[in-house]
């Protein structure tokens, strides 16, 4: 097994013969604005679906040449789905890093595990690939900061996945509060409600055939494969998951930070626990995040197992502010006086449902047409990686408070927790040998 070290070491992925010289970046095709942008499409199980309804809605200009994944017939479900969609098959493979080394990649969409995103993207962007890498960027703030600076190195493009920042109706009421539709904003809440069941208490069992575990570990530090983990419930294992706030608060939070027109707080709360089910999910399913700022205030309240909505609503935000508020989610947004009394509205499409999204939704079709014009002509970016990872990094620190049981001061310049080594610590993680990121 080649891990990272020696990938990068020897630029040579040995399995295939393909050199990988200090000029990979070359192997990026130069794209020209009338020219399709060639995709490959890495982590198959879920939101990459997703990734394949959109690249066919702007198959005009893009054409998937890889499909890879891990899991066997993870991979060949989704190649023969892109076969159907796009009306040619890709080539399959299972090592990332062989996709890395073709020709025939201009860009690289992410939808793997949390843990791999910011390595991969990395790895991704050092071949001289383009980055689209779903929410969150990055497993902890380290990788987060590290792909910054990747970006910045390599001189790539990297979009995140929080495509409400090309929804034309968000853009647009976003625009009315920076002009003063609420007044002065000083109050934003944020809000997901689900109902997950038990991922139960896992056994150990032999890892299936058709899976490559070394693989789909990675960067992580090994562990004994158990039937809980895979393909899905990874979420809630803090050694490859980021919890409910980063698998779905990513998205409002997001909203609320660019409606209130902020960047990292000054302190960070939370409380919460596992309240509803005894099992081994790590995190909590009930949540309470308070991100405060000099004047503004921005909340967070998860719900993984209770479906309970707010504003008839399982997830959104409202923004509110000295002469009214704002409620926006996926399909539109409402507008309210200062007694609560609605005012007037906007309605876009039915999608402010909490289930995953892991097929045609038009937000992602214009994220990713954004993306495509951004490699194609230019087009500057709606979530280029350094406005992304601010409010994951804020939500990773929620994380690392809750963990800790205190508040956290934060030095609102980088993020970085003040007086406080302990919560440091958790600004990264460790790292399987040989499969570290670095730029």
Request: glycine share 8%; hydrophobic share 35%.
């Amino acid at each position: 097994m080649i891990t990272r070290r020696e990938f990068l070491d020897t630029l040579a992925i040995s399995a295939t013969g393909v050199a990988v010289s200090s000029t990979a970046k070359s192997y990026a095709q130069i794209v020209g604005a009338n020219e399709r942008v060639n995709f490959a499409v890495i982590g198959l199980n879920s939101r990459a679906y997703a990734h394949l309804s959109s690249l066919k809605a702007n198959e005009k200009c893009a054409k998937i040449t890889y499909a890879c994944d891990v899991d066997t017939p993870i991979l060949e479900k989704f190649a023969a789905k892109t076969e159907k969609s796009m009306g040619s098959a890709p080539k399959t493979e299972k090592d990332f890093r062989k996709v890395l080394a073709s020709k025939d990649v201009d860009a690289i969409t992410i939808a793997t595990p949390d843990h791999w995103h910011a390595p991969m993207a990395i790895a991704g962007l050092e071949a001289g690939k383009h980055v689209y890498v779903e929410k969150p960027c990055s497993h902890n703030p380290a990788e987060g900061a590290m792909l910054v600076a990747a970006r910045d190195k390599y001189k790539k493009l990297v979009q995140m996945g929080s495509q409400q920042r090309s929804s034309p109706h968000t853009i647009d009421v976003i625009a009315k509060i920076n002009d003063g539709l609420v007044g002065r904003p000083y109050y934003a809440k944020a809000w997901y409600s689900n109902t997950r069941k038990s991922i139960g208490t896992g056994k150990p069992i032999a890892v299936p055939a058709t899976l490559d575990w070394d693989l789909w570990q990675g960067p992580a530090p090994r562990k004994a494969y158990m039937d809980n983990y895979h393909p899905y419930n990874w979420h809630w294992f803090w050694h490859w998951g980021t919890g409910e706030t980063l698998n779905n608060g990513t998205h409002e939070i997001d909203v609320c930070r660019w409606a209130m027109g902020v960047e990292y707080p000054n302190h960070i709360s939370s409380s919460g626990g596992r309240y509803h089910f005894k099992d081994d999910w790590q995190f909590y399913d009930t949540l309470i995040t308070s991100f405060e700022y000099d004047d503004k205030i921005i909340s967070w309240e998860g719900k993984s197992c209770n479906g309970m909505k707010f504003y008839d609503r399982d997830r959104g935000s409202a923004i509110m502010g000295t002469t009214g508020a704002v409620v926006i989610d996926r399909g539109g947004y409402e507008i309210y006086d200062l007694k609560g009394n609605k005012t007037s509205g906007f309605k876009a499409e039915k999608s402010s449902a909490s289930a995953d999204l892991v097929g045609a939704d038009s937000m992602t079709d214009r994220h990713f047409a954004n993306f495509i014009a951004g490699i194609r002509s230019g087009e500057k970016l709606n979530a280029p990686i350094e406005v992304g990872n601010v409010a994951v990094t804020m939500l990773q620190l929620s994380n690392v408070a809750w963990k800790l049981n205190r508040g956290l001061k934060i030095d609102p310049a980088n993020g970085h927790v003040l007086n406080d080594a302990e919560a440091m610590k958790h600004w990264g993680r460790e790292y399987e040998k040989g499969w570290e990121p670095k730029v």
